[in-house]
């Protein structure tokens, strides 16, 4: 028995399976970063330390020059000469000591030992600001009695012998200060330098600890981890030993896996062993048609492209006729019947194994039922494919998504009823809008029987909303009401799957644009609505722009288009009599058109020629139905008026049909308008026009320089 794949045991999500390492990598390296933090600022007020010690230093040895330069000024004196170059040097010593002795007091920029500007912080040590200040004392008046002396060509006799004599009484004092400023510092910097290197020392050991306890636990969550994989190699292995069925995994390069059932060689009749290439085996249980059908099929599961569900139904193996040698009499062939059915294996979105499970359902099988359910079904599917040949391939796999998304939703709307803190009105209003999409969608394509499944589910939401209260049997029924629709999506999904594949295989084949589809939609949703309403009705369509746009806001647009045709010929265009009454066209028309600014700023426009947006027709027509009292009705603006169109189950229709009535078409524009971000605008006046304008400003998908010539 061939030792299991790790790929098969279920394990938990990485983040919380190493949880603990992770969480001690990182206190372990945010501690280092920490004592590297630390370090690196202790190591930077060092720097600054060194650079207060040896400017400490060369205050004592200015003070030294600055005696020296005034006592070699008086040695001139005395002999009558007058040498610049000490002056010069007196100026030089006793700005830099000044300016040095001011910076040790309140922080600043000097020039330092290579004559280059340093930052002299602030001292912070009392004891050597005390020095600093004494120095200070004795400074101000010597550096007083020496400006004199810098700044005049002919020297004073009487100021030169003052500052001389301050200097001779106070230059031991100032040279003992400065000698006590450099002591303090040194000791302050060597008690720095201990810290540091006690602090380096701690963080070493806790660095160390830290780090034996990522691999302490890193050592335990192994072993964990081992004996869970022993567990469930055992268990696999008990379960590989005791199914019936045949189990194995086939790699992309159509090789068996390491693991597979005892039973795999009595199902196929056939010794079976790990990395054994399977479609040799196969190829020697059903007919060349059957088998190229199949490797088609297993190829295409090993691909991205189409999804698991919906290739289901397109099993070539799903119940096959196989001829194999008998085990106990080798030269008498039987006729047996397999079922072969191929799962994904799949790690980050990318298919590393087909696990295949084998059936031997011969004795759940007659010959003649076999037939008939296979003759019926493909009748059906005939059928169903006559009627979607006409619709657009895109538009078809778009509308599969859309309702997909939208069942789901509604199911778990239904699912979830009973959970819900609102009450069942609005459940209904969530109902509607789905629904109603899908509807108006499917009547855009052609499909009629999708159009009146969603009908008849509007019926049944109608009814539940005259009640009071609903029933849980009420609500569980909705789901039931779907089953049809469901049945019709499944056989429409195997078809346009089918119908892709034929299209993929056409070299040179073209899909019609966005633009064209979407078009094609609506004209055929116009004819058949204006048929039933008995209008006369035609389009102008500026849709081009869709084709530079992304799929999900075409689609979306698409939506919107499709309510407003359908409720501007219902409530809009009016008949061919009254339209001629009226001094216009017979025929009415609606304009749909997307642009775009320069600025970016896509804009939707509908617009239809009929009887326009008239608020006192609205309250007349409100009153009148009898659903809306006068006295409220009357105290409406006509701005309230205008917005009650887009609320909720809103209508002014004296019935409902399957084009108009529900007041949910306007609601899911608004909706899907929130969706967008965009803004609505209405144009509207009495008897000759509708305009609703739609302006997306937040369109990032756009390309604007392949559309500068649409706007």
């Known amino acids: 028995m061939a030792i299991v794949d790790s790929n098969s045991i279920k394990t938990p999500s990485a983040l919380n399976k190493y949880r603990g390492i992770l969480i ?12 590297l933090g630390l370090n690196f600022y202790t190591s930077s007020t060092l720097d600054n330390d060194a650079v207060s010690i040896n400017l400490s230093g060369r205050q004592r040895m200015m003070s030294q020059r600055t005696v020296k330069a005034l006592m070699t000024i008086q040695v001139d004196a005395a002999q009558g000469q007058f040498n610049e170059k000490n002056t010069a040097e007196l100026n030089k010593v006793t700005s830099l000591f000044d300016s040095t002795l001011t910076a040790f007091k309140a922080g600043g920029t000097v020039l330092g030992g290579n004559v280059k500007p340093v930052v002299l912080n602030q001292l912070t040590d009392t004891v050597a600001i005390k020095s600093v200040d004494q120095a200070l004392q004795i400074w101000q008046p010597y550096k007083k009695l020496l400006a004199p002396l810098i700044v005049s060509k002919v020297v004073d006799e009487y100021t030169l012998d003052a500052a001389t004599t301050y200097a001779r009484n106070n230059n031991l004092a100032l040279l003992k200060l400065m000698n006590d400023l450099t002591t303090t510092l040194e000791n302050s910097t060597k008690a720095k330098a201990s810290k540091l290197q006690l602090i380096q020392t701690i963080g070493l050991i806790l660095s160390l600890i830290l780090f034996a306890n990522i691999v302490f636990n890193a050592l335990r969550k192994l072993r964990a981890s081992d004996g869970e994989i022993e567990k469930a190699q055992r268990e696999t292995t008990e379960i590989l030993n005791t199914v019936k069925e045949g189990l194995f995994l086939i790699d992309p390069q159509f090789n068996v896996g390491s693991q597979f059932s005892s039973s795999i060689s009595k199902v196929l009749q056939h010794e079976i062993s790990a990395n054994m290439p399977f479609m040799p085996i196969l190829g020697k249980l059903v007919s060349d048609e059957i088998y190229a059908s199949a490797q088609d099929y297993i190829t295409l599961l090993f691909g991205n492209k189409v999804k698991e569900s919906l290739m289901l139904s397109l099993n070539p193996l799903m119940q096959v006729k196989v001829q194999a040698n008998n085990y106990i009499t080798p030269n008498n062939l039987s006729t047996r019947y397999l079922s072969f059915q191929f799962n994904r294996v799949v790690e980050d979105k990318r298919v590393l194994h087909l696990l295949v499970t084998v059936q031997d359902v011969t004795e759940q099988v007659t010959q003649a039922e076999e037939l008939s359910k296979l003759k019926g079904q493909a009748t059906i599917n005939l059928g169903l494919l006559k009627k979607l040949l006409e619709a657009d391939l895109f538009q078809l796999q778009q509308f599969l998504n859309n309702t997909k998304s939208g069942l789901a939703s509604l199911n778990e709307l239904l699912a979830n009823a009973d959970k819900r803190t609102s009450n069942n009105e609005d459940l209904a209003k969530l109902c509607f809008r789905i629904i109603h999409a899908i509807k108006g969608e499917a009547a855009a394509i052609g499909l009629d029987a999708i159009e009146t499944h969603a009908h008849q589910f509007e019926e049944h939401l109608v009814a539940l909303q005259k009640k009071d209260q609903w029933e849980a049997q009420e609500i ?47 004209i055929r949703l116009a004819e058949q609505v204006s048929q039933n309403q008995q209008k006369n009705v035609q389009l102008k369509l500026n849709l081009a722009l869709l084709d530079h746009i992304d799929s999900k806001t075409s689609n979306q647009l698409q939506q919107i288009s499709i309510q407003l045709v359908r409720n501007g010929i219902c409530h809009g265009i009016e008949t061919t009599a009254i339209r001629l009454a009226k001094g216009k066209p017979a025929q009415g028309e609606i304009a749909l058109s997307v642009n775009i600014s320069p600025e970016g700023v896509m804009y939707f426009v509908v617009r239809d020629d009929g009887q326009g947006i008239v608020p006192s027709r609205i309250r007349a027509a409100m009153i009148s139905s009898g ?13 309230d008026i205008v917005k009650k169109l887009f609320e909720p189950g809103f209508t002014t229709a004296n019935f409902a049909d399957k084009d108009a009535g529900r007041g949910v078409g306007m609601d899911l524009v608004q909706s899907i308008v929130n969706t967008l971000g965009g803004e609505l605008k209405i144009d509207t006046k009495p008897d000759q026009y509708t305009q609703f304008t739609f302006r997306i400003s937040q369109h990032a998908a756009i390309n604007i320089e392949a559309t500068e010539a649409l706007v």
């Open 24 to 35: 001690a990598v990182t206190l372990f390296l945010l501690f280092n970063l920490s004592v």
């Open 627 to 639: 659903r809306y009292a006068k006295d409220v009705v009357n105290q409406l603006s006509d701005k």
């Open 476 to 522: 569980l029924s909705l789901p039931v009401m779907l089953s049809a629709m469901l049945e019709q999506m499944s056989q429409i999904e195997t078809i346009v799957f089918a119908m892709k594949s034929h299209h993929q295989s056409i070299s040179g084949a073209q899909p019609l644009s966005v633009s064209t589809s979407v078009a094609n939609n609506l």
